[in-house]
């Protein structure tokens, strides 16, 4: 295990972080967004406070009259409530993210940090997000349940309509915009997955590869996980990093044996004459 968490130290070298990171990071910086994420929560906590309104069930007429319009009352306040799950969800998965973010990035400016020592944090809240159980995330298409967001649907379909036209520097800058619009939603891994592959297709194997690593250091127990990590190997074999790929390739069946992305790997690696 420690072997591999310096290995990732490694392919985040080989892997120069671009698009979303700044090469020239501080520890300011990186307080400052320490603090913008401090407010955000702030925020979101505001919203758990009550107003003091409430909606008004007082209505005339029969007992069945009266029974009909708390009914109606019940159901509206029922689905605000999901809507409001929905959201606090989604914000403590992105909030979680960041923070862990924050942290790897915090001790590679610090003198003295062993990034190897890291532990997993804890989500935001104590509670970890309900709402990001989505199944295997491959490049098929398939139909968004009810918990998408207005209009993530559309810009999920934009963004694949220009993988399909072969325009790829513009769908992975798309596929990269759904992510920041929408962290912690149902399609989001898969969007993820997307971007890699449409920056891989346009001969940007580097970017391709962090974005990969990104998506498996975001949460490396989740939907997509296996494939990210066995994308990361392949493209370390595509770039020559050989030691690094089988190192990253082996830890796929070691992790997920059971997925498909394990059997993938082990073929990788006869390829790639790993001992």
Do not use: H
Request: net charge negative.
């Amino acid at each position: 295990m420690r072997r591999f968490v310096a290995v990732l130290a490694l392919v985040a070298v080989v892997f120069p972080a671009g698009g979303w990171a700044q090469n020239e990071e501080t520890l300011a910086d990186i307080r400052q967004e320490l603090s913008i994420l401090y407010v955000e929560i702030q925020r979101l906590k505001r919203e758990l406070s009550t107003t003091g309104a409430s909606g008004d069930v007082s209505v005339g007429g029969s007992a069945l009259d009266r029974l009909g319009a708390i009914e109606a009352e019940l159901q509206r306040l029922t689905s605000k409530t999901e809507q409001l799950e929905f959201r606090i969800d989604r914000v403590v998965s992105d909030g979680t993210n960041r923070i862990g973010d924050l942290e790897f990035r915090l001790c590679e400016l610090e003198s003295g940090c062993d990034i190897s020592t890291l532990e997993t944090g804890s989500t935001l809240g104590g509670v970890a997000p309900a709402t990001n159980t989505g199944t295997d995330a491959g490049v098929e298409p398939v139909e968004a349940g009810p918990e998408l967001a207005v209009g993530e649907k559309a810009d999920f379909e934009a963004a694949e309509a220009a993988m399909t036209a072969g325009n790829f520097a513009e769908a992975a800058a798309k596929f990269a915009a759904f992510q920041q619009a929408y962290p912690g939603g149902p399609l989001t891994d898969r969007a993820g997955l997307l971007r890699g592959e449409a920056l891989e297709k346009s001969g940007d194997l580097k970017e391709a590869g962090r974005a990969y690593l990104d998506l498996f250091s975001s949460n490396e127990t989740g939907p997509v996980a296996a494939e990210a990590l066995y994308r990361v190997g392949n493209i370390l074999g595509q770039l020559g990093q050989s030691d690094q790929a089988c190192i990253t390739l082996g830890e796929v069946g070691v992790r997920f044996p059971q997925d498909a992305a394990a059997g993938q790997a082990q073929a990788k690696m006869s390829q790639l004459g790993c001992q």
